[in-house]
């Protein structure tokens, strides 16, 4: 990825540019696979100068804004799942270390004076490798490099994404907190290659972001989690029907007039509350699901939310229902979407 641009035309065609990085892409991919394959009895264990903290190697670099070493490869080691997995990660990222560092020879230049990183996160682990090794302290000890756009992009595709909220009078204080700190964090996985939008319901529609979804730029992530801290989470009763109705809409209308990905599109339904939902409204979203291709996940918060409609929902239009006590982490659960699509669902293309 490279954070610099310049005003002068590039010096190489843009197809000569995508097949490079692609083949780049295809190597690092390679290795990794083949040690995930063949080191899997093998342990490993992270020396101090492969760390990205601290860094001892390190040094100033104005142009980077930090401390790095251009000659090295770095990693933060994950303490999230088994201890065979995070050896498997670290073997991973010792053997992807050579291909980032073939990659710089070939395109960093002997200045550095273009900053731009390659990097690889451990799906099982979390952990997280990049070139070149820089100083990292300053990141939180629980980095979660699974929850970045990036990561999510390159493990889902392109996705449409409408985000349906239960803004009833039961969701408040806490609940409320957690629902808003989900949508945020889930808007923080979607990137400019993303279409979204937002509903809050009652027992009725109470506010929708946009009559059609907005590709996620980082403008359009900060205006749409802008317009979301300034709603009231906390008024009227519930109507599932009508939530679903206006989600189906909102997709239905930009489809119409081309704000989509035109990849996978996704409902994520929040509730803590109870509702009617008949067969015949079951069949609307079915239908609707069948036509555009929708992936419907659940989110039952609390044990007088309506589990059984949420359940079906799901259930009936190709996705998975999250029973979530008051005492779980929604903005995790929720941000864990796109396990779904790196565990099977095939991505597309968007065309």
Known sequence: SYQTCSPEPPDRPAAEVYEAAASYLRSARGVIEATALARSSESCALRADQSLCPCNTCSRSDTWGGQVD????????????????????????ETVATSFMATAANEAGSTFDRVG??????????????????????????????????YTAGATGPKDVVIVMDTSGSMSGTRADKALAAANRVLDTLSWRDFANIVLYTHEIKAVYCDSMMPVTEENRVAMQTWLASQKLDRGGTDFAKAMDRAVEVINTSVGVGRTSMC??????????????????????????????????????GDSANSEVAKRLACENNGIFYPVTDDDDLPRVMAEYYKYFAQGWEMCTPG
Not at 74 to 82: K, L, M, P, V, Y
Not at 123 to 144: I, L, N
Not at 275 to 300: E, K
């Open 70 to 93: 251009f000659s090295r490869v770095g990693t933060i080691e994950a303490d999230r799942g088994s201890s065979a997995e995070q050896s498997s990660a670290i073997c991973m990222a």
């Open 117 to 150: 990183y390659q990097y690889f996160a451990d799906q099982a682990t979390g952990s997280y490798t990049q070139w070149p090794q820089e100083d990292k302290c300053s990141w939180s000890s629980r980095y979660e490099p699974r929850f970045k756009d990036w």
């Open 264 to 301: 996978q599109k996704v409902i994520m339904f929040i509730t803590d509350g109870t509702s009617d939902f008949g067969d015949d409204a079951f069949t609307r979203v079915r239908q609707a699901s069948q036509a555009f291709n929708i992936v419907l996940f659940t989110y039952a918060l």
